[in-house]
């Protein structure tokens, strides 16, 4: 049985400089309001991270999305109506730090 959904799960750290009220004011004027409008979209959360059982979290922000497939995530990310969210995120990212991953729910 084929999933309706992918999950896709991106992690980073804020670059230096960008501080957290900069970010959740982009993230909440930018990249929500621009994403959970794409088609391909089903969801799309955005967490700031405050710790981790170890203590501090190796990440700041984790992105919980969920699309019709990968490949249309991928596409949807090269369109133009995403140019300002992807523009956004390498100005605010730090990309070095970033892990995406993706998968299907098991049932």
């Known amino acids: 049985m084929e999933n ?7 992690l980073y750290k804020l670059k230096p400089g960008v501080s ?10 930018v990249d929500q309001a621009i994403t959970s409008r794409q088609d391909c979209v089903h969801r799309f ?10 203590g501090a979290s190796p990440w700041d922000v984790v992105e919980d999305i969920e699309v019709e497939s990968w490949d249309a995530w991928q596409a949807c990310l090269a ?29």
Do not use: H, N
């Open 45 to 54: 959360r955005v967490f700031e991270l405050a710790g981790s059982r170890a």
């Open 20 to 29: 957290a009220d900069e970010y959740v004011e982009w993230s909440k004027t």
């Open 79 to 107: 369109t133009p109506e995403m140019a300002e969210v992807v523009e956004g995120f390498r100005r605010m990212a730090d990309r070095d730090s970033a892990v995406t991953v993706f998968g299907d729910e098991i049932r």
């Open 4 to 10: 309706p959904v992918q999950k896709v799960y991106c």
